[in-house]
């Protein structure tokens, strides 16, 4: 903007920015506030993240400590009957051993179900 010594202009231009503070003292606290508030969830986004890779480690160890349960079952289960044991082993009678395998198949089932829904219908983004 040109300022003249005839000072019309410097009038024009000081109503002008009269008018434009309010608007533009708004605006400025509206940024500022959503600066704010997009740097607060920043922080809970990166506090919800490590969260969540805390809580997958611990359901990788638990998986994994079932699974060696699982053959640990499967180990007793499908090992030889007494009669035929030669040494080592477990001593085992039928009942036992079927509810082993009766346990080895409730978990199949609930892993497989899990597995099935275990992404499907979440967008992680």
Known sequence: TVVQAGGGDIQGL?????????ELSRAMSRIQTLASSRDL???ELATSKASML???DD??????HSLR??????KIAMGPSSALRIGGGYLMDKKCKEEALGL???????SGAVEH??????DWG
Request: charged share 25%; glycine share 2%; no cysteine.
């Open 41 to 43: 969830l920043d922080k």
């Open 14 to 22: 000081t109503a002008t920015y009269a008018e434009q503070t309010p």
């Open 54 to 56: 805390r809580m997958q």
């Open 104 to 110: 080895l198949r409730e978990a199949a089932v609930i």
């Open 69 to 74: 349960l699982q053959n640990f079952l499967r």
């Open 117 to 122: 829904s275990q992404f499907h219908g979440h």
């Open 59 to 64: 359901l990788n160890r638990e998986r994994a």
